[in-house]
């Protein structure tokens, strides 16, 4: 397995958007204020990274402008922030910049001062491919913006990321499919999967205390997020990110209101797929009434599950009691072997 690119992300939340999706609350996301941040936070957030034991060039580091319309920013904005990265690039600390913006806010941009600046990668929040969708959501794109700002980030050639999110207001399980099958024939080089949450003091908190917008369940989230991960890794895109990650503010008490929230939220889907995956592995119900398992061991997680869930699933299906999983890197991955006791 190849280690992931550590990505040192810098928020900068809704700066440079004129919109306010009616889930959007990003401060809250974030844990931070936009105005914070400046050449000399930038700095702070850079040094602390390379002075913690996860950091290390072989890593290929990424600086990344997460949580607001970076396209949309003035070009005096712009020089700033990239500005303040510069010279860890220069030193080689870390090898390229990222950034995130709407589909809308890339045509007629100056890309070419972006690819030049050290920006290698720009994930879109397209979060759906029906306009239907984009528009209860009151995005304010459409779909045609996330297809032309794709082919023309390519043509620029930006690796570009795609931003989705099941359980928008209007979206089902099969116009989410739709977009996931939408979104392969785009090729992006990775997709990110954001389920929708209701967040206090958002208009989707408004309309879900209406019951004008009723959110996915946990389950359902799961469920969504496992298909898609699997359709778009079969088709060779990437799935490198599942779920919010857990923020100081969003955490408060009642800051999430309704919705497929859990702290484990990716490793939950992870877990689901790999149980899927090893289920031909495993005995027929009543062939034994106690196992064994061997696992690789990056794997071990994933096969136990969530405070051992998988295991209880495993046990359901077989009818079997699992006494032990033990490591055995002969085991192919994505298999488990089974010892009948
Ligand atoms: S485009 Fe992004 S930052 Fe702007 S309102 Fe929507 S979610 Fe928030």
């Given at each position: 397995?190849?280690?992931?690119?550590?990505?040192?992300?810098?928020?900068i939340p809704n700066q440079g958007c004129p919109y306010r999706c009616v889930y959007c609350h990003q401060e809250k996301i974030t844990s931070q204020s936009a105005e914070e941040v400046n050449a000399s936070t930038i700095a702070r957030t850079l040094d602390k990274a390379i002075c913690s034991y996860r950091f290390h060039p072989a890593r290929k580091p990424e600086v990344a402008f997460y949580g607001g319309t970076f396209t949309r920013l003035t070009t005096a904005r712009i020089k700033e922030l990239l500005g303040a990265v510069g010279p860890y690039l220069k030193k080689g600390l870390f090898q390229s910049i990222r950034i995130s913006t709407r589909p809308d806010a890339v045509?007629?941009?100056?890309?070419?001062?972006?690819?030049?600046?050290?920006?290698?990668?720009?994930?879109?929040g397209a979060q759906s491919m029906d306009d239907g969708v984009l528009e209860r959501s009151q995005r304010g794109h459409t779909v045609q913006d996330t297809v032309e700002s794709v082919g023309l980030l390519k043509e620029f050639g930006f690796r570009v990321g795609i931003q989705l999110m099941?359980?928008?207001?209007?979206?089902?399980?099969?116009?989410?499919?739709?977009?996931?099958?939408?979104?392969?024939?785009?090729?992006?080089?990775m997709v990110?999967?954001?389920?929708?949450i209701v967040i206090k003091g958002t208009a989707?908190?408004?309309?879900?205390?209406?019951k004008r917008y009723k959110p996915l369940t946990l389950e359902e989230g799961v469920k969504i997020c496992q298909e898609s991960c699997v359709y778009l890794e079969e088709n060779g895109i990437p799935v490198i990110r599942i779920g919010l990650m857990s923020s100081k503010t969003l955490?408060?008490?009642?800051?999430?209101?309704?919705?497929?929230?859990?702290?484990a939220f990716g490793f939950l889907v992870r877990s689901r797929i790999h149980q899927k995956r090893i289920e031909s592995c495993l005995p027929e119900r009543g062939l034994t009434a106690e196992m064994r398992l061997r696992v690789p061991i990056r794997e071990i997680p994933l096969v136990r599950g969530y405070k051992n869930q998988g295991l209880r699933s495993i046990e359901e299906k077989t009818g079997a009691k699992v006494t032990e999983v033990i490591r055995d890197d002969r085991v192919p991955s994505g298999e488990v072997a089974v010892d009948l006791l």
């Amino acid at each position: 397995m190849t280690e992931k690119p550590l990505i040192v992300p810098v928020f900068i939340p809704n700066q440079g958007c004129p919109y306010r999706c009616v889930y959007c609350h990003q401060e809250k996301i974030t844990s931070q204020s936009a105005e914070e941040v400046n050449a000399s936070t930038i700095a702070r957030t850079l040094d602390k990274a390379i002075c913690s034991y996860r950091f290390h060039p072989a890593r290929k580091p990424e600086v990344a402008f997460y949580g607001g319309t970076f396209t949309r920013l003035t070009t005096a904005r712009i020089k700033e922030l990239l500005g303040a990265v510069g010279p860890y690039l220069k030193k080689g600390l870390f090898q390229s910049i990222r950034i995130s913006t709407r589909p809308d806010a890339v045509v007629n941009k100056p890309l070419d001062l972006l690819k030049n600046s050290g920006i290698s990668t720009v994930e879109l929040g397209a979060q759906s491919m029906d306009d239907g969708v984009l528009e209860r959501s009151q995005r304010g794109h459409t779909v045609q913006d996330t297809v032309e700002s794709v082919g023309l980030l390519k043509e620029f050639g930006f690796r570009v990321g795609i931003q989705l999110m099941p359980g928008l207001p209007g979206d089902t399980q099969e116009t989410f499919m739709q977009t996931v099958e939408k979104v392969v024939n785009l090729r992006p080089h990775m997709v990110r999967l954001y389920p929708t949450i209701v967040i206090k003091g958002t208009a989707l908190e408004k309309w879900y205390g209406e019951k004008r917008y009723k959110p996915l369940t946990l389950e359902e989230g799961v469920k969504i997020c496992q298909e898609s991960c699997v359709y778009l890794e079969e088709n060779g895109i990437p799935v490198i990110r599942i779920g919010l990650m857990s923020s100081k503010t969003l955490l408060e008490d009642n800051q999430i209101v309704a919705g497929p929230w859990h702290n484990a939220f990716g490793f939950l889907v992870r877990s689901r797929i790999h149980q899927k995956r090893i289920e031909s592995c495993l005995p027929e119900r009543g062939l034994t009434a106690e196992m064994r398992l061997r696992v690789p061991i990056r794997e071990i997680p994933l096969v136990r599950g969530y405070k051992n869930q998988g295991l209880r699933s495993i046990e359901e299906k077989t009818g079997a009691k699992v006494t032990e999983v033990i490591r055995d890197d002969r085991v192919p991955s994505g298999e488990v072997a089974v010892d009948l006791l």
